[in-house]
């Protein structure tokens, strides 16, 4: 049996959280630390949830393959050979042997290293060598090869990004990205072209501040004085159902060419999915994965909206500029993540209700997907 909510956070935090009042709580600091929190969240919310998980552009060809994490547990995207996107549970129907552990190119069939059982690009298994006997083609009696394949797993892809659903009965993808389509309505994401994706590593933060930081821009003018030249006052959050974010409209004396000053939105779908849409040509995914309470791996994808190609001096140079976009909104997360070793944070601080009202919906949602 899973522990309880209240078991975890503490009741007396936990009612804090709760508390009508002026101003709102954050979540406990047992949210963002406690492993058992996190395995909550794990068998809770990313087992059951449209989980963004990958790039469409890293399976280009018939074979490619890219073994990714999800709730915890391996899961492995293949391109097959009719060209369509796949998931699986990347583990052997065998000795449940992990089958890929980096990225690449598999060929026509997958192959498990340990006994050489073979399945094909859809996942059926092909051969399973010597598992009946002394013949390479031998069977026992009554196995049933066709029943013993690659488990598939629930994959859908929207423009570029693969999103996978282990528990199989999250919504159709149609529904789950609606709230976040309505706002790109007069962009054609169609045209977007993949530019350059940024590797920013492990980042010592909990994924929830990640998300948290990316949705308030009550941090922009203090975190970015050097990066970016976006008013507070020129932002409004997004704060509905099934879509939370900020967005900018820069007024034309704030506007320079050295640093990021452009009409934005920065948009999210729960849990893991961020868009910044950076007017009039420029879009940026970042990819959230969980790893540890306080460790999330996280990418960022560039594209372009304009009709002409980015060159290589352009694409280094957005590269960098977002590397140091990042670069500081780690060291704050990573920040946030150390404060919470402190009892000053059990309580969870307190939330703008202007500035992080989409904060709070988004810790409401937290704790509603794990009631």
């Not at 399973?128 to 797993?153: I, K, N, Q, T, W």
């Not at 970015?224 to 974010?245: F, I, K, M, R, S």
């Not at 969870?348 to 009631?371: C, I, K, M, N, Y």
Request: glycine share 8%; charged share 20%; with cysteine.
């Amino acid at each position: 049996m899973s522990p309880s909510l209240r078991s975890i956070l503490g009741a007396e935090a936990l009612a804090a959280f709760e508390a009508a009042g002026p101003v709102a709580r954050g979540l406990p600091a047992a949210a963002y630390t406690s492993e058992a929190f996190f395995q909550l969240e794990n068998e809770r919310v990313f087992a059951r949830s449209w989980v963004f998980a990958g790039f469409a552009h890293e399976l280009a060809r018939p074979g490619d393959v890219v073994p990714i994490t999800v709730a915890g547990r391996p899961v492995l995207l293949v391109r097959d050979g009719e060209s369509a996107v796949r998931a699986f549970h990347n583990v052997c129907r065998h000795r449940c042997l992990k089958l890929v552990e980096k990225p690449g190119n598999v060929g026509p069939a997958i192959q498990c290293p340990y006994h050489s059982w073979t399945y094909r690009l859809d996942g059926a298994l092909h051969i399973a060598p010597y598992f009946g006997g002394d013949s390479p083609r031998a069977m026992p009696e009554g196995f049933d090869r066709a029943a013993h394949g690659l488990v598939p797993v629930r994959v859908a892809v929207w423009h570029d990004w693969v999103f996978v659903n282990l528990s199989g009965d999250a919504p159709a993808i149609e529904e789950f990205v609606a709230p976040l389509q309505k706002h790109l309505a007069g962009f054609d994401l169609s045209r977007m072209k993949h530019v350059i994706t940024v590797d920013l590593g492990e980042i010592a933060a909990n994924w929830k501040l990640l998300m948290e930081n990316f949705i308030e821009p009550y941090h922009v003018p203090f975190v970015h004085a050097a990066t970016t030249e976006q008013p507070l006052a020129d932002h409004y959050t997004v704060n509905e159902p099934g879509c939370l974010g900020c967005a900018v409209d820069v007024s034309a004396e704030a506007r320079r060419d050295d640093t990021l000053s452009a009409d934005s939105r920065y948009l999210t779908l729960f849990p893991n999915f961020v868009l910044g849409l950076y007017l009039p040509d420029q879009v940026g995914v970042h990819l959230d994965v969980p790893l540890a309470p306080g460790r999330t791996g996280q990418r960022r994808a560039i594209y372009s909206l304009g009709p002409e190609p980015v060159s290589a001096e352009e694409a280094e140079a957005l590269a960098r500029l977002w590397r140091d976009v990042h670069e500081e909104d780690q060291a704050i997360c990573e920040g946030l993540q150390r404060g919470r070793a402190s009892a000053v944070a059990d309580d969870g601080g307190v939330l703008s209700p202007h500035w992080e009202d989409a904060v709070r919906s988004f810790q409401e949602r937290v704790l509603s997907r794990l009631r």
